[in-house]
């Protein structure tokens, strides 16, 4: 039973890391729109799967006590490393895009030592240095502040994902349901980039929204499968297949957008992708 719960889990999350790279995919191809139209249509129909999800779930929509500033910071990080990754995929490669935002766990692992107040081991900390040397070949700092500027976006988007979880994780702890966490992100970044929306509304085609309407579908399938996956295998177990996300932007990119990776961004994604297998097969040992 215990075998089958992990390939179960395994397949939801290669589903929600195919289900992510579509939705950059969709992102990229909606074409010359403002980054807060795009992002506002992501999350207004993730907002509404949310409510679907509520409903079925039969979670009463509560707020503990003490959980309130735990949320609102979930919400506003989450937020951030939204808007800092649709920036980065309008302007780079869409492979390089998803390896940046993919650093969040690295990012998490540095801001428990002050959210959680868990002390890294020395580990921890070499192979987060590394995974960061690895974003130098993504990022290939040149001098030029235009070239390098979507790149530390990019990263921006991976820090705001790192805190967002960080702070999912302080939310599970006090058992806050997973749903509602959802439906609370969805509407905070819906009223936050709703202003921008207005003031910056560019008339869009029938297939722009089209597209902006299937990022939001695929960006539901990732988030939901990714939590589904979760409940049938731990963490430590399954985690590094998240990164097949990359894989798969990368063809993606290449079979529609003529987008082929540099060697250096190569040499990036292998450097980080190594450094979470080889994290991933050490809390396996210790387990």
Known sequence: ???????????????????????????????DLPTMQKAFFRNFIAMFVSIVALIKSKEKIEFKPGTRVDLFMRCAFGTLGL??????????????????NKLSPFFAIIMSI??????????DVSTTLIA??????????????????????????????????????K??????ATPLIVFCFSCFSCIVTLP???????????????????????ASLGQFSITTAYKYAPAKEISV?????????????????GEVPVVL????????IGIAILRWRKNLKES
Request: proline share 3%.
């Open 1 to 31: 039973m215990e075998s089958k719960n992990k390939l179960k889990g395994i397949m939801f999350i290669l589903l929600a890391a195919f289900g992510f790279s579509l939705m950059t995919f969709f992102v990229r191809i909606s074409g």
């Open 83 to 100: 808007i800092a990754n649709f920036y980065a995929v309008d302007k780079l490669g869409i492979a390089d895009a998803n390896m940046l």
């Open 114 to 123: 002050f959210i959680l107040k868990e002390i890294p081991t020395k580990f």
């Open 132 to 169: 960061f040397i690895g974003v130098l070949f993504i990022i290939r700092p040149t001098g030029s502040f235009t070239d390098v500027f979507p790149a530390l976006i990019g990263l921006l988007g991976g820090f705001g994902a790192g805190m967002a979880y960080t702070f999912v994780r």
């Open 171 to 176: 939310l599970g702890k006090k058992n806050v």
């Open 196 to 218: 921008f929306f207005i003031a910056q509304y560019k008339p869009m085609s029938s297939v722009q929204l089209l597209c902006l309407i299937l990022a939001g579908v695929c």
């Open 241 to 257: 297949y998240d990164y097949t996300q990359v894989i798969f932007a990368a063809l993606l990119g290449m079979a529609f957008l």
């Open 265 to 272: 961004s190569i040499v990036g994604y292998i450097i980080i």
